[in-house]
């Protein structure tokens, strides 16, 4: 029997609720379809920050990087330790090391979820930038603490980086709807998004069968709003990455249903998969966390494992529940209860 | 009679059909309130552009400098020139130059205007920082047009930039319901946006009757869809404000209805205001676009001069129209209709 090797990083907060939940909707799909899930599970986090005064150990990456695949929770706790070093000591590495260069969120309305818009046929599928662009990290602060403090935040974007994300795009709208909206800011940022756009422009050429229009930042967070059946696949840096896919998870009914992966196209390092919601600590271990999110994640860990099938009963398994209406409406029903409901609907 | 001068930039595109219709508009509501208005127009364009090579003359700064105030229709025509000349050649400079570093744009649906949100009762009034952050133009490329080329873009935000703009939206969350939201992504950027929620942190002792929270942009953007009623304020750096009215445009049903004002709060120099559309080359001079945000920018430019009495009746008359079904669907009523039926209001 075919077996994978799974990280489990739960993380902060409902990272912990509904990885779980996930954990056993994935090995139960995983025994009805000959194979198994050998986890093995990460305590790092905010908690392990306070212990330790690191948010992973030195090692974390290497003993990542002998996994198939990593299923994350969710990352932060402010009050304990702030973000700005919670994300760069855990999450955003584990992206960048991996070179997990995109990363995919599809944005539909499940069955029975009611959105915040009117309108709800729109099948969305963003690609974001996940390792460079305006997360480098790279910056400073002078005169610090006086009337004349300045603080700068450099953007990077390489070649390589950017072309790398943009034909994953044009790939991904050819196996869709052929059509690639790519999201940029060139009107106010003349070097970084004009250099974007002239890449998409020339990369054009080579995928004559996908229909490419760029899109400025602002006016497309207005379409994703006003028009957002007009959109097939979209691809953008990792800043407007971040902002378009929560506003993507908010037409589609919440965060609670905004899946995530994190992938490395070339399969040179494991590939993560995480939903799209934060570790929400004032609903942490209150048995009210929307699993759905995480499941869905975990779905897409599948498929990218080549277990299709299994994926696909997964999300089946998804659809049905929240067409009974149950995990359908953001707050009411309880983790366990929706967990149950999709491991049922996967017999 | 007081007389006020005033500085007409059509621009480009619609920019010259809403902004002639604005015009006759304020003419007639200074005519009905005691005062008239000197108005003097200019044809910076990317037309100028392709006449004279600059998209304003050397001196045009320091002649509008002589103004009350500078009414803008909108600026771009990507075919003729791209919009990183032409935005840095005008639009830019001038919130630049005359120290406008708010930028005021309010979001609420007008009567009979239905938005693309099932939520219709919110009321907010975003706040964007209009001088530096994301928009110092800072950067530049190397190795340029190889396979190692790197862009780079520089985001500089300075204390007394951040301070005054948190300031402007602290006393605007007073004079409003006392809450004030402030938008950061500190948790990945972790210079320019730590450094802007210290200081809201250490502004927030002195306005202890304003409620503070801050917020991510991504969440800010999931919000503004999900919960928009439970917003006032809202102040957010260059780039992110920027995105944040568009959304709120497209929550309030659409670009033709959003207006704004990029105010100079000391009154050192003229304060200019412009629909938040821009000049959309596809529909220019067709007398179909929709004069409204315009109009409503006029009015914002009024009570900025101090008549409050007109800039209300104004409002009163734009408010009549919609409500009456004149202009409220995007696309339907053509320029002149609408224009009509807010002067006939104000008799
Ligand atoms: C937690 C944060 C750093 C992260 C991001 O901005 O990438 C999150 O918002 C996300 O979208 O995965
Ligand atoms: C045209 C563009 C440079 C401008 C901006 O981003 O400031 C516009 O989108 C706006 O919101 O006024």
Not at 80 to 86: L, N
Not at 247 to 252: D, H, K, P
Request: one cysteine or more.
């Amino acid at each position: 029997m075919k077996t994978y090797k799974i990280a489990l990083l739960p993380g902060d907060g409902i990272g912990r609720d509904v990885t779980e939940a996930a954990k056993s909707v994935l090995e139960k799909a995983a025994a009805r379809n000959g194979f198994s899930l050998a986890t093995t599970s990460y305590p790092w986090s905010c908690d392990y920050f306070l212990e330790n005064g690191s948010m992973m150990p030195g090692n974390g990456i290497e003993t990542l990087r002998s996994f198939d695949a990593i299923l994350l929770g969710a990352v932060g706790w402010p009050r304990k330790v702030p973000d700005s070093v919670s994300l760069h000591g855990l999450l955003l590495p584990i992206r960048k090391a991996f070179v997990q260069y995109a990363n995919i969120r599809p944005h539909r309305l499940l069955p029975g979820v009611q959105g915040p818009l009117r309108s709800e046929n729109f099948d969305i599928l963003c690609i974001r930038e996940n390792t460079e662009g305006e997360y480098s990290g790279a910056g400073g602060r002078v005169h610090q603490g006086t009337d004349s403090e300045v603080a700068v935040e450099t953007s990077i974007f390489t070649r390589k980086g950017v072309e790398r994300i943009l034909r994953f795009g044009f790939e991904q709208a050819r196996a869709r709807r052929g059509k690639l909206a790519s999201v940029t800011k060139s009107n106010a940022q003349k070097y970084s998004m004009v250099f974007w756009d002239e890449i998409t422009e020339r990369l054009s050429a080579e995928y004559p069968d996908v229909e490419v229009t760029s899109y400025h930042i602002d006016a497309m967070a207005a379409r994703m709003v006003m028009a957002p059946e007009s959109l097939d696949v979209v691809v953008a840096s990792n800043l407007f990455g971040d902002i378009l896919t929560d506003l993507g998870a908010a037409i589609q009914g919440g965060l609670g249903f905004a899946a995530s992966a994190n992938i490395n196209p070339d399969r040179s390092a494991p590939s993560m998969f995480e939903p799209v919601h934060g570790s929400a600590p004032d609903i942490a271990h209150l048995g009210v966390a929307n699993p759905i999110a995480a499941i869905w994640s975990g779905a897409m860990m599948l498929a990218h494992l080549g277990e299709t099938a299994a994926a696909g009963k997964v999300m089946t398994a998804i659809e049905a529940t929240t067409a009974r209406g149950i995990g359908s409406i953001p707050g009411r029903d309880k983790t366990d209860a929706i967990t149950a409901s999709v491991l049922s609907a996967l017999d």
